[in-house]
């Protein structure tokens, strides 16, 4: 029995990739406006607590980035396997990766339960904001057991040419952690003020409820979940072909939390101001470049399918289209920051310090953010194609070989202001590299086919 299934080797490039990403916009917009609903909220209680926020960004980014890695290992595999496989081996593909995301998040909970304190500490978070990190990751840390699931099975549902149906769940979940977070974090109505552990608790529940939703479509709609799995062997072998994918991806992802890990602590050194600030625009961007990162999700599909059908000529023409759309969105992206950078940053605190470093970066970066798309999108067609260890390359390029040293030379030698430099020179250096690498490399497979 056949998948129901999105030809996507086929018709105008541009109408169907937007057609594919418009639902992928919405699902990435609520999750990114649940990210600036905690930061707002928890802007509102005091500098502490959004610093303390701003400690958490990296370590929640690393624990996402496993799960969402085993997401892109199962798309990519389901992609290029729709066309020749039955049902039940696509179903079982999708079980096994279930599995294997809930083994690796469930290893890495119970570590991080474990090292909270000597962790954060490292990164330079004070014995004043200890406390308040330690209240939000106690509560977040068992949250991903619930969120590991729709991770991996959006991603599913999504190598089928559905992108409509992730998109929804993902909306439903954030409205619900907004919703529930002036409630649980400033204490409104009959609820206790639980301050940035509120939001912790805001997003188990917002996830929570997307795991419903999520498994009761692949379990009756789809019916691609099954309590039927082969020997141990076969699992390990299903797992080998995701983690192919799934490891260097989950490395790419992994590559700009730790990254940024590293600036924070870096940033710290100019204060408490600044940590916030460096927060809050961290958390900023995933708003600034969504629809480069929906159009990514779409891309890997889309290069999986056309590259299982040896359509490399499709597959370059839509590869251009997404490298336009990230120039354009970046170009708007750079004139909104001249005109409006301290009102976007005033939203988010009404300290004056945090909003001049907040806007200031906005200034400075805001014109690379067309090239870090590009990246985006060059990274998900690598991945699609099953040629996952450039994606890594790329990113670790970008990020350790250029803005750490960078942004740590400049902190030495110059300003806050030459660590923000630090990210438009890396931004723009890889993405003109990304463009350059994959169009190159999909060119003369086209030529040998």
């Known amino acids: 029995m056949k998948l129901r299934q999105h030809d996507l080797t086929k018709g105008a490039i541009f109408p169907l990739l937007m057609k594919l990403t418009w639902p992928m916009i919405m699902g990435i917009m609520g999750m990114v406006m649940f990210n600036l ?63 294997l995301g809930l083994l690796i998040v469930s290893v890495m909970v119970a570590v991080g339960q474990l090292t909270i304190e000597p962790l954060f500490r490292a990164m330079g978070a004070s014995e004043d904001i200890l406390p308040l990190i330690e209240d939000y990751m106690r509560v977040w840390y068992w949250g991903m057991l619930v969120v590991v699931i729709p991770m991996v099975g959006n991603n599913t549902i999504r190598a089928t040419g559905d992108t409509f149906t992730p998109g929804m769940f993902m909306t439903i979940s954030a409205i619900l952690n907004i919703i529930a977070d002036p409630f649980l974090i400033l204490g409104y109505g009959p609820f206790p003020m639980l301050s940035i552990k509120g939001a912790a608790i805001a997003t188990v529940i917002g996830r929570g409820t997307g795991m419903v939703l999520t498994l009761y479509v692949l379990i009756h709609r789809e019916k691609l979940l099954t309590i039927y799995l082969p020997r141990f062997r076969e699992v390990v072998r299903t797992w080998r072909k995701i983690l192919y994918i799934a490891g260097p991806a989950a490395a790419s992802i992994l590559i700009t939390p730790l990254s940024i890990g590293i600036v924070t602590r870096i940033v710290s050194k100019f204060g408490e101001e600044a940590v916030a600030a460096f927060g809050v625009v961290s958390r900023m961007e995933m708003f600034s470049l969504i629809l480069v990162n929906a159009l990514g999700s779409v891309m890997i599909i889309f290069a999986g399918q056309n590259w299982g059908k040896g359509k490399t000529g499709r597959l370059v023409r839509g590869f251009n289209v ?39 970066y906005l200034l400075i970066v805001s014109f690379s953010y067309g090239f870090q798309g590009i990246l985006m999108v060059g990274v998900n067609v690598f991945n699609g194609i099953n040629k996952p260890m450039p994606s890594a390359g790329l990113t670790a390029l970008r990020m350790f070989g250029l803005y750490v040293p960078l942004a740590w030379l400049a902190s030495v030698y110059w300003d806050l202001n030459g660590v923000f430099w630090s990210a438009f020179v890396a931004n723009m250096v890889v993405g003109i590299l990304t463009y350059i690498a994959l169009r190159g490399y999909l060119r003369k497979k086209d030529e040998k086919r």
Request: hydrophobic share 55%; glycine share 10%.
């Open 37 to 99: 609903a905690d930061t707002y909220f928890i802007g509102k209680v005091g500098v502490d607590e959004l610093a303390a926020m701003g400690f958490t960004f990296p370590v929640v980014m690393v624990i996402n980035a496993l799960a969402l890695g085993v997401g892109i290992g199962t798309s990519s595999l389901i992609s290029r396997s729709i066309v020749s496989q039955d049902r039940q081996v696509l179903a079982r593909y999708a079980t096994e990766a279930i599995l």
């Open 322 to 360: 997404g490298v336009l759309v990230a120039l354009a969105w970046g170009m708007l992206l750079f004139i909104v920051a001249q005109f409006w950078a301290e009102p976007i940053a005033g939203v988010f605190s009404s300290d004056g310090e945090v909003v001049r470093i907040t806007a200031q």
